[in-house]
Nanobody, 125 residues
């Protein structure tokens, strides 16, 4: 079992930045990767970004490319999502998710083993 706790959400003005953290506890050595997803009101949950746990390889959805940056600190068992140049359409509940070995396509919602509780991000002036 892996437990995930997201922090760092909140209200930010358009153009601002925010960094989300996802602290993992439990059987973290078995993790293959960590993904970030978001869900806006009335919309389906969508992929944002992901990072492989051992190598740190990153993946981004098109809207996140160049604005969002995923990383992880293996020693702290924590993944991060740095979000820059935020727009109103980035407003959503953001979730982190963890996948144990074996590997999967980390850009797909299905297949993740563990999910955080979600954290609200509001981009508004």
């Amino acid at each position: 079992q892996v437990q995930l706790v997201e922090t760092g959400g909140g209200l930010v003005q358009p153009g601002g930045s925010l960094t989300l953290s996802c602290a993992a506890s439990g059987r973290t050595p078995e993790m293959y990767g960590m993904g970030w997803f978001r869900q806006a009101p009335g919309k389906d949950r969508e992929f944002v970004s992901a990072v492989t746990w051992r190598s740190g390889m990153t993946f981004y959805e098109d809207f996140a490319q160049g604005r969002f940056f995923a990383s992880r600190d293996v020693d702290k068992n924590t993944a991060y999502l740095q979000m820059n140049s935020l727009k109103s359409e980035d407003t959503a509940v953001y979730y982190c998710a963890a996948k144990s070995w074996p590997p999967i396509d980390l850009t797909k919602t299905a297949g993740y083993d563990y999910w955080g509780q979600g954290i609200q991000v509001i981009v508004s002036s």
